[in-house]
């Protein structure tokens, strides 16, 4: 239905209204979905600000410089409210919310004291769960069934009831749980059957995150892939997004590491300077961590980060700078360190006739709370996508993912500044403002010949 508020849109685009509860599931009760629940929780109570949301506090300018107009992400396009969010999810430990934020140790203790009442409520379903690909996990709150599509009906179950249960009038779904082992498209994956096919056969290529992708498709709730697993690329969930003209968006969280490569990458590039190496680790204690320290969850994690600065560089454009870089990528399993990730970075570099330089970054970030705004701003953003009827691959979302997911034959952009003029724009087209590329002829002097001519 047409959408009735102050928001005016272009004719051919029609949103939703926003009225009801939107339910916001998330494959994965640990860390980062306790983060973000407790977060939003904090912000409803006046404890804290939603610091590091766009689309809570980001302003978006709208025309020429001169108008010196510009509005609130929240006040241009009609988002769900944070008081309309309802939380849900899946996991394999038994422990609710408040629970597993305390055994998480992201948040101070007395915060989520504060919110216990809240968090308590928030019940692990069991979840869809193989430890062929997660081998450093286990846990007793998994589903059984005869096969995959019947674990995958049993998600869709779980998704009707949890809206009719809470009264929602819609969902998204944001996985926050742990990276899988690379697992690269097989035949299975070919299209939307013969992926149907290999749930009903037990095919032992089709991950979890694949069987939650496709539940939700199939109930038409929008998927947005928060890890590095190879999820929303396959093409029979792209085919099955377009089918059931729903979004999907990812993949992997940009938080601290990656974040800093797509500001100073393209940097670098912009200015010209050369590259011979670039060196980057990592230390983390919490259960990302651990998980990423099995060899096949980390290969996905690696060939998540490793793409950005190939994408950036262009090693085909600029040769003479970018070729021959050394570029190493470690994660380095640390239990005391918790959920405080602490990245190094190495930059060699070298400019004007050959001359070495050297940039060095150390990070000391904290992953949980660096990712919880963006399962915020993507819930919320996907939310939108689907009243406005789009449906597919939301490239304008690549702002906030390491690896962005974008139609086949398309590069990805991975610079973060032109990922969120992207967005912005995006934005401005659901409201019917003026796009803005920056070119600024307009105030510029450019001198006529005695004809009128340039």
């Known amino acids: 239905m047409k959408r009735e508020s102050s928001h005016s849109v272009?004719?051919?685009?029609?949103i939703g209204a926003s009225d009801g509860k939107l339910a916001v599931l998330t494959p994965g009760i640990g860390a980062v979905a306790t983060t973000f629940y407790a977060g939003v929780f904090a912000v409803l109570r006046g404890l804290a600000k939603?610091?590091?949301s766009y689309t809570q506090m980001g302003q978006v300018r709208l025309g020429k410089r001169t108008e010196n107009r510009s509005k609130k992400v929240f006040e241009l396009v009609p988002l769900a409210s944070l008081d309309q969010l309802v939380f849900g999810g899946w996991d394999v430990f038994p422990d609710n919310a408040y629970e597993a934020a305390k055994h998480a140790r992201v948040l101070d203790g007395q915060l989520v004291e504060q919110l216990k009442e809240?968090?308590?409520?928030?019940?692990?379903?069991?979840?869809?769960?193989?430890?062929?690909?997660v081998r450093r996990l286990d846990g007793p709150n998994v589903k059984k069934g005869p096969n995959?599509?019947?674990?995958?009906q049993q998600l869709r179950r779980d998704i009707q009831d949890f809206i009719r249960r809470n009264g929602c009038s819609r969902a998204v779904m944001v996985w926050c749980a742990s990276t899988e082992v690379y697992t690269p498209a097989?035949?299975?994956?070919?299209?939307?059957?013969?992926?149907e096919d290999g749930l009903k056969n037990n095919d032992p290529a089709i991950s979890p995150s694949q069987i939650y992708a496709y539940a939700a498709l199939c109930e038409r709730i929008p998927f947005a892939n928060g890890s590095p697993n190879i999820t929303v690329e396959m093409p029979c969930i792209q085919q099955l997004a377009h089918e059931m003209h729903t979004p999907i968006c990812g993949s992997d969280f940009k938080?601290?590491?990656?974040?800093?490569?797509?500001?100073?990458?393209p940097g670098l590039r912009n200015r010209l300077l050369g590259v011979a190496g670039w060196y980057s680790?990592?230390?983390?204690?919490n259960r990302d961590g651990e998980v990423l320290d099995d060899p096949g969850s980390f290969k996905s994690k690696e060939v998540s980060k490793r793409g950005v600065l190939n994408d950036i560089f262009s090693a085909d454009k600029y040769p003479d700078l970018y070729k021959d870089i050394h570029h190493v990528v470690r994660i380095n399993y640390y239990p005391p360190r918790g959920d405080n990730k602490e990245g190094w970075d190495n930059i060699d570099i070298f400019g004007w006739l050959g001359y070495p330089m050297q940039i060095k970054i150390n990070f000391l970030c904290r992953d949980s709370i660096l990712a919880a705004p963006i399962?915020?701003?993507l819930a919320l953003f996907m939310d939108l996508c689907k009243r406005a009827k789009m449906r597919g691959i939301q490239e304008w979302l690549s702002f906030y993912f390491k690896a962005p997911v974008t139609n086949p034959g398309l590069a990805p952009e991975h610079d973060l500044s032109v990922q969120l003029l992207k967005l912005e724009n995006t934005l401005r087209f659901f409201t019917n403002e003026e796009l803005i590329n920056h070119l600024g002829l307009t105030y510029y002097g450019i001198d006529e010949g005695p004809d009128g001519s340039r």
């Open 186 to 195: 097989t035949a299975v994956h070919d299209s939307i059957k013969t992926f």
């Open 375 to 377: 399962v915020l701003d």
């Open 148 to 152: 995959k599509m019947d674990l995958a």
């Open 50 to 52: 939603p610091i590091g």
């Open 255 to 265: 938080t601290g590491q990656t974040l800093m490569k797509t500001v100073i990458a």
């Open 10 to 14: 272009p004719d051919n685009l029609t």
């Open 118 to 133: 809240p968090l308590s409520a928030i019940e692990p379903m069991p979840a869809v769960f193989d430890r062929n690909f």
């Open 281 to 285: 680790t990592n230390i983390l204690g």
